[in-house]
């Protein structure tokens, strides 16, 4: 399986979540390696013990986003079945820059994630496919009402996937307690 690192705008409130499960993995990880050592096991099998279960006790951030993308793309507003992109249109997918949508309350901040590549192609046929229609009716010249309101059925894959963190990313329970 490829993956691919894309960058999307998360809410600082999604990427302060984040930096709390790694640190608190971090010290999880290092508390795990002095209890396997305090049982005797040598440094080095103590991280090999540590590295057979990382993967599904401390699941990367990448892990954790692509699980929650999963979970958005299955909802019946994006779940398709999409017509797979024109190359036109993947290129057109690839380009940088704001789409036009509902503004946030609050400055986002750039986050990369290592994706699997056919996740990647299913969230930015989705995101195209939902949003063709909206998209090729949005003007400048229109009125601010109509173009909020296109705004707000336009999907961009960093609002798919915000709303996928929001939905399906959330902290573990004893995370929110701190």
Do not use: C
């Not at 096991?41 to 401390?58: C, F, G, S, Y």
């Not at 990647?120 to 949005?138: D, F, M």
């Amino acid at each position: 399986m490829t993956s691919v690192q894309i960058t999307v705008s998360i809410t600082p409130q999604q990427a302060s979540r984040f930096n709390l499960r790694k640190r608190r993995q971090k010290l999880e990880q290092d508390e795990y390696l002095k209890e396997l050592k305090r049982e005797g096991l040598t440094h080095r099998e103590a991280r090999v013990q540590l590295a057979l279960i990382r993967p599904d006790t401390w699941p990367p951030l990448d892990v954790v986003v692509a699980g929650a993308v999963r979970q958005r793309l299955a909802e019946p507003d994006l779940a398709g079945p999409w017509e797979p992109l024109t190359p036109e249109e993947e290129g057109e997918m690839k380009l940088s820059g704001r789409w036009p949508g509902p503004a946030p309350d609050v400055r986002l901040v750039e986050r990369n994630y290592l994706l699997p590549s056919e996740l990647v192609t299913e969230l930015r046929t989705a995101s195209w496919r939902v949003s063709a229609r909206p998209l090729a009716l949005y003007s400048p010249s229109l009125g601010r009402a109509e173009r909020e309101r296109l705004a707000d059925l336009i999907h961009s894959p960093g609002r798919i996937v915000r709303q996928a963190l929001d939905r399906y990313g959330r902290p573990e329970p004893e995370e929110t307690a701190e």
